[in-house]
């Protein structure tokens, strides 16, 4: 392939904090590159130095020719256009393919001037725009921010049409799995390179790592071997200084030939130190493996205490409207103690308002839901404008006692945030930041139920998988929306969909229920299950109102009877 453009020895540093340090690599004509890392490693900045709006402190970026057109993405989904300049020449072009690029009706300059497009569809405006350039690489700055499942999908499709080079930096790790085929890694201000797509990096990642440590293992007890060796030579070196060392006398004179002997072994053994200590240098000075670097945890500590009975939500005919608008009607379903539950749905099918039902924020239009009454609920939302902004991260939480004080601070040292910045008024921190005060605050709770709504936004890829192992070990609820299709399919075995106006439930993770309704077969594995769930369901109620019935009762023998043939038909079914 043509190399397009090529970064060589870049450094940059802000202050007395570096960013990147000798940073090289070649991009050529087609490679589509992951650009992954910690937030604040250094990502955004390495792309804007290639853009040319930050200049590097050292080092050079060559385009291949000097006049390679470069479409950039920010890091924002708040796009407009300027109205004075774009929308003057060239706005038929763009508009067109701002519709053939995936939006659903054809816009009109009207209302690109009106503001009136939602962040969606702005995006895909910022993209078509980008597209008509006609660029030979891509610089794409967290594209899928906020996009549903379908707009994730959409922008797959397009990027795998798309003939030129693309670098994405990106945390959403199906969206990486699509779409490159090469991953750069910024870490401790170094770019390592690696093949294939995310799921292939991390394989190779934590396979280097394994090596490293059994390398570095190995080095250390060749080292204390060498050390123990050269620690005897000592020894045995001194004591042979001691005895030729001892003053002459007339008893001594016929020892003579023992002493000089004695000279010669303390000699002997001085050299075989120096040379095992050189020899030791020289070989960590060539082929040193340095101790495997530990990835910095990111703790999250759940409690529950696991007494509630197996369902704790049902819902039967539930509606859900809003005047003439209608969500969701005649839907029944349940939900179970200690349940993963992905909640899926397009764009105002009426998830959150479904969540908002069930922290009774909402009210049934019709229909019930009901809710164990003794249920703890905790929900991380993605809004966090209801935090008093002139409080800091430590007096939100409210904790009493030294000992959960030490937790909290725990908890925000593994999650990055740093000691300063607790003291500081949460309307001086970031968004993420913002949503990790949130997130401690609840994991400073007890609870049965946990809802997550977009719990991976504004954290970065290390954080979302160290997140993913923690809540896999929650022995409660989990209910997540997430447009993370990557969180939900790895941590969710059980989905409610909303869809052609109802709410059901599926008894399959998210890959397996698209892959059946692909399929349209008329028998599933996911019906099948589904089966299985509502024969389970009734012989669990059967056997909590049989042991109340007495035995000669013909009401025992009917319920007998119906135990018997539904675990006949479930075994079938099996």
């Given at each position: 392939m043509t190399m397009i453009l090529q970064v060589k020895q870049v450094n940059k540093s802000f202050g007395e904090r570096d960013i990147l340090k000798e940073i090289s690599f070649d991009i050529s004509n087609g490679e589509k590159i992951g650009l992954v890392g910690w937030n604040g490693a250094g990502k955004t900045t390495l792309m804007k130095i290639m853009m040319g709006s930050i200049e590097p402190d050292s080092g050079s970026i060559t385009k291949f020719p000097a006049s390679l057109k470069i479409g950039y993405l920010p890091q924002t989904t708040d796009y407009t256009l300027n109205k004075d300049e774009e929308l003057m020449e060239g706005s038929k072009d763009l508009l067109r393919a701002a519709s053939e690029l995936g939006l659903a009706k054809f816009i009109t300059r009207e209302e690109v001037s009106n503001d009136s497009l939602s962040g969606g569809e702005r995006l895909k405006l910022a993209l078509a725009k980008i597209w008509t350039q006609s660029p030979q690489l891509l610089c794409l700055d967290e594209p899928t921010n906020h996009m549903d499942m379908k707009g994730v999908n959409w922008l797959v499709s397009e990027l795998s049409k798309f003939a030129g080079a693309a670098i994405i930096i990106s945390h959403d790790r199906y969206f990486l799995d699509k779409t490159v085929s090469k991953i750069y890694e910024i870490e401790d201000c170094k770019l390592v390179e690696y093949e294939g797509n995310y799921t292939a990096y991390r394989q190779e990642k934590q396979r280097r790592h394994d090596q490293q440590t059994r390398d570095y293992g190995k080095q250390q007890r060749k080292i204390k071997l060498i050390e123990d060796q050269v620690a005897n030579l000592k020894q045995w070196s001194e004591k042979a200084h001691r005895e030729a060392g001892k003053r002459d006398n007339p008893g001594e004179r016929k020892q003579m030939g023992l002493k000089e002997f004695e000279r010669v072994k303390a000699k002997?053994?001085?050299?075989?130190?120096k040379s095992k200590t050189k020899r030791l240098e020289l070989e960590l000075s060539k082929h040193k493996v340095e101790k495997p670097k530990e990835e910095v945890q990111v703790k999250f500590e759940f409690e529950t205490d696991g007494k509630r009975g197996k369902r704790i939500l049902e819902a039967k005919g539930l509606t859900k409207q809003f005047g003439e608008r209608l969500l969701f009607e005649k839907s029944h379903f349940y939900v179970k103690h200690g349940e993963r539950i992905?909640?899926?749905?397009?764009n105002g099918a009426g998830k959150t308002t479904f969540i908002k039902m069930l922290l009774e924020q909402e009210s049934t239009s019709k229909g019930s839901l009901w809710k164990s009454a003794s249920l703890k609920i905790a929900y991380l939302s993605q809004e966090v404008s209801d935090m008093p902004s002139n409080k800091t991260a430590m007096e939100y939480l409210e904790l009493i006692g030294w000992e959960r004080v030490s937790k909290a601070r725990t908890i925000f040292a593994n999650m990055g945030m740093q000691e300063e910045k607790l003291t500081k008024p949460l309307e001086t921190l970031s968004l993420g930041e913002k949503t990790r005060v949130?997130?401690?605050?609840?994991?400073?709770?007890?609870?049965?139920?946990?809802?997550?709504?977009?719990?991976?936004?504004?954290?970065?890829?290390p954080s979302r998988e160290q997140?993913?192992?923690t809540l896999s070990t929650f022995k409660g609820t989990l209910i997540v929306i997430s447009h993370d299709r990557y969180f939900i399919e790895k941590l969710c075995d059980r989905l409610l969909v909303i869809e052609n106006k109802r709410i059901k439930r599926v008894e399959t993770g998210l890959q397996e229920y698209e892959e059946s309704k692909k399929k349209g077969a008329s028998s599933t594995v996911t019906e099948t299950r589904e089966k299985i769930a509502v024969l389970e369901a009734r012989i669990t109620e059967l056997l909590g109102k049989i042991s109340?019935?007495?035995?000669?009762?013909?009401?025992?023998?009917?319920m007998d009877e119906e135990l018997l043939k539904l675990m006949r038909l479930k075994k079938e079914l099996a």
């Amino acid at each position: 392939m043509t190399m397009i453009l090529q970064v060589k020895q870049v450094n940059k540093s802000f202050g007395e904090r570096d960013i990147l340090k000798e940073i090289s690599f070649d991009i050529s004509n087609g490679e589509k590159i992951g650009l992954v890392g910690w937030n604040g490693a250094g990502k955004t900045t390495l792309m804007k130095i290639m853009m040319g709006s930050i200049e590097p402190d050292s080092g050079s970026i060559t385009k291949f020719p000097a006049s390679l057109k470069i479409g950039y993405l920010p890091q924002t989904t708040d796009y407009t256009l300027n109205k004075d300049e774009e929308l003057m020449e060239g706005s038929k072009d763009l508009l067109r393919a701002a519709s053939e690029l995936g939006l659903a009706k054809f816009i009109t300059r009207e209302e690109v001037s009106n503001d009136s497009l939602s962040g969606g569809e702005r995006l895909k405006l910022a993209l078509a725009k980008i597209w008509t350039q006609s660029p030979q690489l891509l610089c794409l700055d967290e594209p899928t921010n906020h996009m549903d499942m379908k707009g994730v999908n959409w922008l797959v499709s397009e990027l795998s049409k798309f003939a030129g080079a693309a670098i994405i930096i990106s945390h959403d790790r199906y969206f990486l799995d699509k779409t490159v085929s090469k991953i750069y890694e910024i870490e401790d201000c170094k770019l390592v390179e690696y093949e294939g797509n995310y799921t292939a990096y991390r394989q190779e990642k934590q396979r280097r790592h394994d090596q490293q440590t059994r390398d570095y293992g190995k080095q250390q007890r060749k080292i204390k071997l060498i050390e123990d060796q050269v620690a005897n030579l000592k020894q045995w070196s001194e004591k042979a200084h001691r005895e030729a060392g001892k003053r002459d006398n007339p008893g001594e004179r016929k020892q003579m030939g023992l002493k000089e002997f004695e000279r010669v072994k303390a000699k002997k053994k001085d050299n075989q130190i120096k040379s095992k200590t050189k020899r030791l240098e020289l070989e960590l000075s060539k082929h040193k493996v340095e101790k495997p670097k530990e990835e910095v945890q990111v703790k999250f500590e759940f409690e529950t205490d696991g007494k509630r009975g197996k369902r704790i939500l049902e819902a039967k005919g539930l509606t859900k409207q809003f005047g003439e608008r209608l969500l969701f009607e005649k839907s029944h379903f349940y939900v179970k103690h200690g349940e993963r539950i992905g909640l899926i749905g397009k764009n105002g099918a009426g998830k959150t308002t479904f969540i908002k039902m069930l922290l009774e924020q909402e009210s049934t239009s019709k229909g019930s839901l009901w809710k164990s009454a003794s249920l703890k609920i905790a929900y991380l939302s993605q809004e966090v404008s209801d935090m008093p902004s002139n409080k800091t991260a430590m007096e939100y939480l409210e904790l009493i006692g030294w000992e959960r004080v030490s937790k909290a601070r725990t908890i925000f040292a593994n999650m990055g945030m740093q000691e300063e910045k607790l003291t500081k008024p949460l309307e001086t921190l970031s968004l993420g930041e913002k949503t990790r005060v949130k997130l401690v605050h609840m994991i400073m709770q007890e609870y049965d139920v946990l809802i997550l709504d977009e719990p991976t936004n504004h954290l970065d890829l290390p954080s979302r998988e160290q997140m993913e192992a923690t809540l896999s070990t929650f022995k409660g609820t989990l209910i997540v929306i997430s447009h993370d299709r990557y969180f939900i399919e790895k941590l969710c075995d059980r989905l409610l969909v909303i869809e052609n106006k109802r709410i059901k439930r599926v008894e399959t993770g998210l890959q397996e229920y698209e892959e059946s309704k692909k399929k349209g077969a008329s028998s599933t594995v996911t019906e099948t299950r589904e089966k299985i769930a509502v024969l389970e369901a009734r012989i669990t109620e059967l056997l909590g109102k049989i042991s109340m019935v007495d035995r000669d009762s013909d009401e025992y023998f009917t319920m007998d009877e119906e135990l018997l043939k539904l675990m006949r038909l479930k075994k079938e079914l099996a």
